[in-house]
């Protein structure tokens, strides 16, 4: 981290009790503006038996509520036995942390996005922060580019901000769409950035000089979900209007609607809520519970055309998020129901499943390992073997649901936020 940089309290577990009563350095945006009712039976005389009996039930309800107290003083205690395994705690959010990343070649840097306006770029090693702020409304992603030389934040204020993550100043503020910021994705070669918002939208700028390249439109809801192909020369977009669309970056024209029966067959009868792509594969889930796998094929023109290969019906709740592995033949889905399920392409028929205690927020395939990793509302993040689905850690240590997961492509640490308003770095 650069010099000058001041320290945010950071408690290793080896020392808990230490505290730092240092400052952190903000980086403005120079832009920015049962109760019981008892009814007593008067004129009435009970005999004993009634007697006997109204006693009777009494002491019944007395030992469920003596019952009912049991239970809820063992959950209190189960909570306050919880073990920490973190290997660090990034204090300093004020609100839930909903978004984290890694740098790509510096495993020291870290970056978060708050409810409470603000992305800050932090030292795992030590703690130190930077607070990113300008945005006016909850920030809900963050992610560097694959260079590592730009951060990006994206903001419920459909702002979209560039930062030095070297010394955390602002580059340059993207502006254009009219609603809140739902995603963002950069070019996996350059320094182009895509964004979708609530307005219907998809946004393309060229992040280095602020340049607006070009719009989408053509949803009808929401953009929930988006990514660059891993080429870089297509943009495929989901939405809440059940579509997921692939498009010309170049020119902003939709190729292939996947709702449209004549392009993709059956297609999702709920909104598209997450998908993942890699070479000529498609994956997304949907509010229907159910996750579908593309294939997307060019022509001798170039033009493309999709195809639905397999339909996942496994899941009884909305699918989340899902994940196409890196190195293996593997897809992965999950899902509200507490339930990842890991399928090897083109079968329907699960290799394996692993469970949550309650509902799945995240699962990323680990980027040099064959591990999957997942965040629940359980407060847990746990790490399985992608081959077998065993399970190779569970981390616990947040105290309320765990929203995002990034893993270091260059080291053996995790960090995770959370609704509880901390990131967690993990040893593997």
Known sequence: MADGMEKEEVID????????????????????DGGRRIVELEGQDMDEDEDEEMEEMQGEDDDDEAGQDVDEEAEEEE???????????????????????????????????????????????TGERRVLAGHSDTVVCVAFNASGSMLASAGMDGLVKIWNPMDGSLLRT????????????????????IAGSSDMSIWMWNAATGACMTVLSGHSDSVTCGQFTED???VITGSADCSARIWNPKDGSCLVNLSDPKNAGHFHQGGVTCLDTKGDLLLTGS????????????????????????????????????????????????????????????????????????????IAWHPTRDMLLSTSLDK?????????????????????????????????????????????????
């Open 13 to 32: 577990n080896e020392n808990e009790n230490e505290e730092s009563d240092s400052e952190d350095e903000v980086f403005l945006d120079p832009e920015a």
């Open 79 to 125: 909570e306050e036995e919880v073990e920490d395994v973190s290997a660090s705690k990034l204090i300093g959010h004020t609100d839930p942390v909903y978004s984290v990343a890694v740098h790509p070649t510096m495993a020291d840097i870290i970056a978060t996005g708050s409810g409470d306006d603000t992305a800050s770029i932090w030292s795992k090693s």
């Open 174 to 193: 993207l502006e254009g769409p009219s609603e809140d910021i739902t995603w963002i994705n950069w070019h996996s070669k350059g320094d182009v950035i």
């Open 232 to 234: 870089g020369k297509l």
């Open 287 to 362: 509010e229907d519970s159910t996750a579908i796998l593309t294939t997307i094929h060019f022509g001798a023109d170039g033009t493309p055309t999709a195809k639905v290969v397999t339909t996942y019906r496994q899941h009884t709740d909305g699918v989340e998020s899902v994940a196409i592995a890196p190195r293996t033949h593997y897809i992965a889905t999950a899902s509200l129901d507490s339930k990842i399920f890991v399928y090897e392409m083109n079968h329907d028929v699960p290799r394996y499943m692993c469970q949550h205690r309650a509902g799945v927020t995240k």
């Open 380 to 428: 847990t993040l746990m790490a399985w073997d992608g081959k077998t689905g065993s399970c190779l850690a569970r981390f616990t240590g947040h105290k309320n649901a765990v929203m995002d997961v990034a893993a270091s492509p260059v080291d053996n640490h995790l960090v995770s936020g959370g609704d509880d308003n901390l990131a967690l770095v993990w040893q593997l």
